[in-house]
């Protein structure tokens, strides 16, 4: 079975830093695109940032500059290292993946979710 489950959330400044971990067990993070994800209150997940199969890594342009991504892959987990938050960045973060699974076809993960408070 594959799991995802993000560590690291927590509360920080203005100006602060985390790192989320997305730890993934029944699937190889080297062999997937594995993406991060937040959601407003009463919105949609929007995408934050993607790490591709290819190492090639994409980012929303609110977090640009700020926020980089990273894969251990001995310890087949995807990081998100958040630099200078500001209070926008407060939301639940999760990580996601899609593979194609044998007789399934396409199949979408994600993680239970980790949250992230930026306060003064």
């Known amino acids: 079975q594959i799991h995802l489950v993000e560590s690291g959330g927590g509360v920080a400044q203005p100006g602060g830093s985390l790192r989320l971990a997305c730890a993934a067990s029944?699937?190889?993070?080297?062999?997937?695109?594995v993406a991060w994800y937040r959601q407003g209150p009463g919105s949609e997940r929007i995408l934050v940032a993607r790490?591709?199969?290819?190492?090639?890594?994409e980012y929303v342009d609110s977090v640009k500059g700020r926020f980089i991504l990273s894969r251990d892959n001995a310890e087949n987990t995807v990081y998100l290292h958040m630099d200078d938050l500001n209070l926008e960045d407060t939301a639940p973060y999760y990580c996601?993946?899609?593979?194609?699974?044998?007789?399934?076809?396409?199949?979408?993960?994600w993680g239970q979710g980790t949250q992230v408070i930026v306060s003064s």
């Open positions: 996601g993946l899609v593979t194609v699974i044998p007789g399934l076809g396409e199949q979408a993960y």
């Open positions: 790490l591709n199969e290819d190492g090639s890594k």
């Open positions: 029944g699937i190889r993070v080297s062999l997937n695109d």
